[in-house]
């Protein structure tokens, strides 16, 4: 049984582009939440998604959107890519209580 | 959110046991609480949460003071690759009628296994 996976697993982008992150969930979840991790920090919550909407959304400009398709996949979006954007993003799939993270996708802004 | 305070670092010896121990005196009736930890660059990793009682799993145990106010982790037998941040976090339960879904993660606590 895989868990979650994200990709891709690094990537590096400059001042001012638009970045995709992709996860799959966790077989069964049908809930994936996104959460942005800076160096030597813990990780913040982005937002979640649960049947195709945006449940929660924790404190990040519109500059961040996201989605979740019928197969419950999910999209992270970063437009006007800032410098203070470079950190570890984070999926994570729930079915019920308890959410799993995957690997992450470091993102580096040059 | 409920706040958590744990300790910045620990050290523990291979083999031994280790408590990491965490306080969530603000915590709510209706408010689990959750173990992550997260080993060098990687994705956080689940560990065990519980609401009242104390619970064991393959990994770890989780006791509950009965006031709630506080909790302990345990590694029974704690060996090198457990080195890693132990994050404790207290969130409300789904059924809970609330809105809040996210884990509200803090600094953790640094465990170090030595040999």
């Known amino acids: 049984d895989a868990g979650v996976t994200q990709s891709p697993t690094h990537l590096i982008k400059t001042r001012g582009q638009q970045v995709t992150l992709r996860c799959s969930p966790k077989s069964g979840h049908d809930t994936v939440s996104w959460y942005q991790q800076a160096l030597g920090q813990g990780p913040q919550f982005i937002f979640q998604y649960y049947e195709e909407e945006e449940r929660q959304r924790g404190n990040f400009p519109d500059r961040f959107s996201g989605h979740q398709f019928p197969n419950y996949s999910s999209e992270l979006n970063v437009n006007a890519l800032l410098l203070g954007d470079s950190a570890l993003y984070l999926c994570?799939?729930?079915?019920?209580?308890?959410?799993?993270f995957g690997p992450g996708t470091r993102l580096l802004v040059l | 959110d409920a706040k958590t305070t744990q300790p910045t670092s620990m050290d523990c010896a291979e083999g031994r046991a280790a408590n990491l121990p965490c306080n969530h005196s603000?915590?709510?009736?209706?408010?689990?609480v959750y173990w992550y930890r997260q080993i060098h660059s990687q994705g956080p990793q689940y560990i065990i949460h519980g609401l009242k009682n104390n619970e064991t799993n393959e990994m770890a145990s989780l006791i509950i003071t009965e006031d709630r106010k506080s909790s302990t982790l345990i590694l029974p037998h704690a060996t090198l690759r457990d080195t890693a941040v132990y994050y404790c976090i207290v969130r409300p339960t789904m059924n809970s009628g609330g809105s809040n879904y996210k884990l509200t993660f803090g600094k953790g606590t640094l465990l170090t296994v030595n040999p």
């Open positions: 994570a799939s729930s079915w019920g209580e308890t959410q799993y």
């Open positions: 603000t915590i709510s009736g209706n408010e689990y």
